[in-house]
């Protein structure tokens, strides 16, 4: 499969035959999603923008999580930290740097759904892109995941 620059900043894993078809009204009703952000000395604003985006979401994660990956900036962690005082916020931390797969890694380690949104730290979704994506998962059992082209 080719790869595309983009792809893996909204990819929605999914491991096959976890998921079975179900109506999108009893999607809208249960918790389905894990959002994880890895962060590495995130910008704080930029931060800010991806957390509340994937909050404001239509279907509303489960729980989202913020990998920090050995961050030493001082704005940085004084962002993660109010984060992690925020209701459905969790902040895991790398005591240091490890790269962006382990902090990937990490989030979909202890993420407790079976989907899992990947989303950068300076990255926002839709509103309906955790609905949208849940539904074409839903409908497709076949399907292992679905991204979005930015």
Do not use: Y
Request: charged residues 20%; negative net charge; aromatic residues 6%.
């Amino acid at each position: 499969m080719l790869e595309h620059p983009f792809e893996h900043h909204l990819a929605w894993r999914i491991f096959p035959g976890m998921i079975r078809p179900m109506s999108v009204h009893k999607l809208l009703e249960i918790d389905l999603v894990t959002v994880v952000i890895p962060c590495f000395n995130p910008d704080p604003a930029h931060l800010a923008e991806a957390v509340r985006s994937a909050l404001a979401s239509t279907v509303r994660p489960h729980e989202l999580l913020l990998i920090d990956d050995g961050t030493s900036r001082p704005e940085s962690l004084s962002a993660l930290k109010a984060w992690a005082q925020h209701p459905g916020v969790r902040v895991i931390t790398h005591p240091e740097n490890r790269g962006l797969s382990a902090a990937r890694n990490t989030g979909m380690q202890a993420a407790e759904t079976d989907l899992v949104l990947q989303l950068d730290a300076d990255d926002r979704i839709d509103p309906t892109f955790l609905e949208k994506a849940t539904w074409a998962l839903a409908c497709r059992p076949e399907w292992s995941f679905v991204n979005a082209w930015v």
